[in-house]
């Protein structure tokens, strides 16, 4: 198969200026271009543009896969939404990055599967709510970034984990959808959820939010409205949605103990036998079972042709002689039937009336080959 290479870039937080899309068309003239994107593959030739320096001055989201496995999403935040002191406890290697400049924080992931399958060919759509998930102050994306540096053996195995985000058993969609598009090995997360609370469902409803928005001060209001009317962003709310939930999360709310990388691929390692093992033995079962029915097929089939044996004889003569390898097949499973009939009448005669079907068709080489591959 040839070269491909896609990218998408989207704005999600202010659509682009006129001036901004002709600068980008200089890029690319069959590149789909629009106030809120950049979209173009390429099967020869390559990208001219720097998705680093794009991510700073044009878009939000960066959204990147090739044909030979490698896969790259860049996320650009407010600095005010995505803490860099706090992105750093979490993305600090090649596969998993982040840089701060000019008030924002891009957050970089890097991973790759070289058994690429065009029926797996993923998409942004699935990843988007990612971006607005860890502007709410769901931490579990970056978790998800430690976890590809673990992964990759980027980190010491004394390293010592961040802090587990809560939720990590029970992820959103998009956030599956991060894992899957990463290759995060599904035994490494499984281990790592089990020091992860169940997620805290704390969204306010009307009556809590009023009453909270109620304490703030005249000054906190008139500065928030300020900035939805003059900025048009949705940052601002994002903000405030961050700051409730930091209010009124449990400050005692205990942190579990925190693994050592050795640990944490050890526990991976032992969950990745027992999946195998109950895995073996829901295979086995199920064989057990096919087997069972099988059985009882056969055992109904042969009750019903039982007392008939030499209608299936005279039928078996006929078949041979039309020489078609169809009637051959025919043929010899109904030998195999008679076979089984005949065992289990203990009558014995079956191996003397085959002898003499062979000699009587012993140039009929292809059934005489079916024969011995029935092990008749």
Same mark, same amino acid.
């Given at each position: 198969?040839?070269?491909?290479?896609?990218?998408?870039?989207?704005?999600?937080?202010?659509?682009?200026?006129?001036?901004?899309?002709?600068?980008?068309?200089?890029?690319?003239?069959?590149?789909?271009?629009?106030?809120?994107?950049?979209?173009?593959?390429?099967?020869?030739?390559?990208?001219?543009?720097?998705?680093?320096?794009?991510?700073?001055?044009?878009?939000?989201?960066?959204?990147?896969?090739?044909?030979?496995?490698?896969?790259?999403?860049?996320?650009?935040?407010?600095?005010?939404?995505?803490?860099?002191?706090?992105?750093?406890?979490?993305?600090?290697?090649?596969?998993?990055?982040?840089?701060?400049?000019?008030?924002?924080?891009?957050?970089?992931?890097?991973?790759?599967?070289?058994?690429?399958?065009?029926?797996?060919?993923?998409?942004?759509?699935?990843?988007?709510?990612?971006?607005?998930?860890?502007?709410?102050?769901?931490?579990?994306?970056?978790?998800?970034?430690?976890?590809?540096?673990?992964?990759?053996?980027?980190?010491?195995?004394?390293?010592?984990?961040?802090?587990?985000?809560?939720?990590?058993?029970?992820?959103?969609?998009?956030?599956?959808?991060?894992?899957?598009?990463?290759?995060?090995?599904?035994?490494?997360?499984?281990?790592?959820?089990?020091?992860?609370?169940?997620?805290?469902?704390?969204?306010?409803?009307?009556?809590?939010?009023?009453?909270?928005?109620?304490?703030?001060?005249?000054?906190?209001?008139?500065?928030?409205?300020?900035?939805?009317?003059?900025?048009?962003?949705?940052?601002?709310?994002?903000?405030?949605?961050?700051?409730? !939930? #930091?209010?009124?999360? &449990?400050?005692? =709310?205990?942190? /579990?103990?925190?693994?050592?990388?050795?640990? %944490?691929?050890?526990? $991976?390692?032992?969950?990745?036998?027992?999946?195998?093992?109950?895995?073996?033995?829901? !295979? #086995?079962?199920?064989? &057990?079972?096919? =087997?069972?029915? /099988?059985?009882?097929?056969?055992?109904?089939? %042969?009750?019903?042709? $039982?007392?008939?044996?030499?209608?299936?004889?005279?039928?078996?003569?006929?078949?041979?002689?039309?020489?078609?390898?169809?009637?051959?097949?025919?043929?010899?499973?109904?030998?195999?039937?008679?076979?089984?009939?005949?065992?289990?009448?203990?009558?014995?005669?079956?191996?003397?009336?085959?002898?003499?079907?062979?000699?009587?068709?012993?140039?009929?080489?292809?059934?005489?080959?079916?024969?011995?591959?029935?092990?008749?």
């Amino acid at each position: 198969m040839s070269e491909y290479q896609y990218y998408e870039f989207q704005a999600i937080d202010r659509p682009l200026t006129e001036q901004e899309t002709d600068e980008l068309r200089q890029y690319s003239t069959r590149a789909h271009i629009t106030p809120t994107s950049f979209i173009n593959h390429y099967q020869w030739g390559s990208f001219k543009g720097n998705p680093d320096q794009w991510m700073e001055k044009y878009f939000d989201v960066f959204f990147y896969f090739a044909n030979w496995g490698t896969r790259e999403l860049k996320l650009r935040f407010p600095s005010t939404l995505l803490v860099p002191a706090i992105v750093g406890q979490y993305c600090n290697g090649r596969s998993a990055s982040a840089r701060a400049k000019n008030g924002k924080v891009v957050l970089s992931f890097s991973g790759g599967n070289e058994d690429f399958e065009w029926d797996d060919e993923p998409r942004l759509s699935t990843l988007l709510a990612v971006r607005s998930e860890l502007a709410s102050g769901d931490l579990r994306a970056l978790y998800i970034g430690w976890l590809l540096l673990v992964q990759h053996g980027e980190l010491s195995e004394d390293d010592l984990e961040p802090p587990v985000p809560p939720g990590l058993n029970e992820l959103s969609a998009a956030l599956h959808g991060l894992a899957d598009f990463l290759c995060i090995d599904f035994d490494l997360l499984h281990a790592a959820a089990q020091a992860s609370a169940p997620l805290r469902h704390d969204e306010p409803g009307h009556d809590e939010a009023f009453r909270w928005i109620a304490q703030l001060t005249t000054a906190e209001k008139d500065a928030l409205l300020t900035r939805l009317m003059i900025e048009d962003s949705r940052t601002g709310i994002s903000e405030l949605r961050q700051r409730y !939930r #930091k209010e009124h999360s &449990a400050a005692t =709310e205990l942190q /579990a103990p925190q693994r050592t990388v050795r640990e %944490l691929l050890k526990s $991976a390692e032992t969950a990745a036998e027992d999946r195998q093992r109950i895995e073996t033995e829901k !295979r #086995k079962r199920e064989k &057990a079972r096919k =087997e069972r029915e /099988a059985a009882l097929a056969r055992e109904i089939h %042969l009750n019903g042709i $039982a007392g008939r044996e030499p209608e299936l004889w005279n039928r078996i003569e006929s078949l041979l002689a039309t020489k078609q390898p169809k009637s051959y097949d025919m043929a010899v499973n109904l030998l195999v039937d008679l076979r089984e009939l005949d065992l289990r009448g203990k009558q014995n005669a079956f191996p003397a009336r085959l002898q003499s079907l062979r000699h009587a068709h012993v140039n009929k080489t292809s059934f005489l080959r079916w024969l011995r591959e029935q092990g008749l």
